[in-house]
């Protein structure tokens, strides 16, 4: 499995970023893709997911109304469009894919990590 997370960088309070995230054609055609985040001192934490097919996806809580995950299956990409940002969403972003249709949203249930993209928001 390989997955290449690009796209973050640092951006101030309110300000908006889109995470790239792109996989091999065998593993992105087969399998939901997500995004987690780890925080300095903290676990790594589910963020988003999408099915295979592009349709049902999920948010976490935190991030629900200010993020969107999409897929573009013709270019084999993941994105999360991160609006309004604030300081705690400052972490490093991960992407993940999971070898089935059912999403999950535990970090066990992935095989496949990218390796990470800074996102750092300044109050």
């Known amino acids: 499995v390989q997955l290449q997370?690009?796209?973050g960088g640092l951006v101030q309070f309110g300000g908006s970023l889109r995470l790239s995230c792109t996989a091999s054609a065998r593993?992105?055609?087969a399998c939901?893709?997500?995004w987690?985040?780890?925080a300095p001192g903290k676990e790594r934490e589910f963020v988003a997911a999408i099915s295979c097919s592009g349709g049902a996806p999920v948010h976490a809580d935190s991030v629900k109304g200010r993020f969107t995950i999409s897929r573009d299956n013709a270019k084999n990409t993941v994105y999360l469009q991160m609006n309004?940002?604030?300081p705690e969403d400052t972490a490093v972003y991960y992407c993940a894919s999971r070898r089935a249709t059912v999403i999950h949203?535990?970090?066990a249930s992935y095989d496949g990590w990218g390796q990470g993209t800074h996102v750092?928001?300044?109050s």
């Open 84 to 86: 309004s940002l604030k």
């Open 27 to 29: 593993t992105f055609s």
């Open 32 to 34: 939901v893709m997500a």
């Open 5 to 7: 997370a690009s796209g």
């Open 120 to 122: 750092t928001v300044s």
């Open 105 to 107: 949203r535990t970090r």
């Open 36 to 38: 987690f985040r780890q």
